[in-house]
């Protein structure tokens, strides 16, 4: 078993274009090592993942497309290996950070979790494969007010909904998630290699999802909603969007 931690506290570890690419490469690292049989993907400082970097995102289209390529890599990464990954969630999973939970084959969640597609109050589209994800495991209407409204939910909600499979007390999630990890190593790896492939192609395309997500958000990011949502989170003010006007 691997532990793969988020650690930068200090922003709520969020997804940097360069923690995208490591984590990546981690994964894949473990994938490739005859003594790896299971992963556990966990935060730091009581967080699993703030989402995307908002700090360093711009509208500069070329350096956006290279953020998103290495957003589906990632979860095309998650979703993808034979090694069974289990999330360990304390705090914030919102965003990316959501989506990277959700592509996990197992979610363990501290009461005090909270999960939110947060795209919207930057003028953004879902990422992080949740267009996807969402639909999968809450269906379609709870997946249409999650992704439009950005509800913030609770770990007890995010259960209900088929979000998260265990709840635990506040600082035990990363126990009981190497707990369970643990207990996938000593499976046939095989099997779960093969339980995985059957799921993850049961239904729809992933890997089509991701583009849309992918091209939406790059057109998104050089945008006048965006750009106002960047700007309100500098300022740290509530973003003033255009409304349009009423009409009869």
């Avoid at 003028?123 to 913030?152: I, K």
């Avoid at 990890?181 to 395309?205: C, E, F, I, P, Y």
């Avoid at 300022?235 to 003033?240: D, E, G, S, V």
Wanted: with cysteine.
């Amino acid at each position: 078993m691997r532990v793969l931690e988020l650690n930068d506290p200090r922003h709520r570890n969020p997804l940097t274009v360069r923690l995208r690419a490591e984590l990546c490469r981690a994964i894949e690292a473990a994938r490739d090592s005859a003594h790896c049989r299971s992963i556990v993907l966990t935060g730091s400082g009581g967080h699993f993942c703030s989402g995307g970097d908002i700090h360093t995102m711009s509208q500069d289209t070329s350096a956006n497309q290279a953020r998103m390529q290495w957003v589906t890599r990632l979860v095309e990464t998650i979703a993808g290996s034979p090694l069974p990954i289990v999330a360990a969630v304390e705090g914030a999973a919102f965003g990316a950070g959501m989506g990277l939970a959700l592509a996990s084959d197992y979610v363990v969640a501290a009461e005090q979790a909270r999960f939110c597609a947060s795209f919207g109050a930057m003028g953004l589209g879902p990422d992080g494969g949740l267009s996807w994800t969402l639909p999968r495991v809450v269906g379609l209407l709870r997946a249409r007010r999650l992704l439009l409204f950005g509800d913030v939910v609770s770990a007890a909600e995010a259960q209900a909904m088929g979000m998260v499979n265990e709840v635990c007390a506040a600082g035990t999630a990363m126990d009981i998630a190497v707990e369970r990890a643990t207990a996938l190593a000593q499976r046939s790896a095989s099997a779960v290699a093969a339980a995985k492939t059957a799921l993850h192609h049961a239904s729809n395309d992933l890997h089509a999802a991701l583009d849309r997500e992918s091209l939406a958000q790059v057109g998104l990011m050089a945008g006048a909603d965006f750009a106002e949502g960047l700007s309100a989170f500098r300022a740290k003010r509530r973003p003033q969007f255009p409304t349009a006007s009423a009409t009869t």
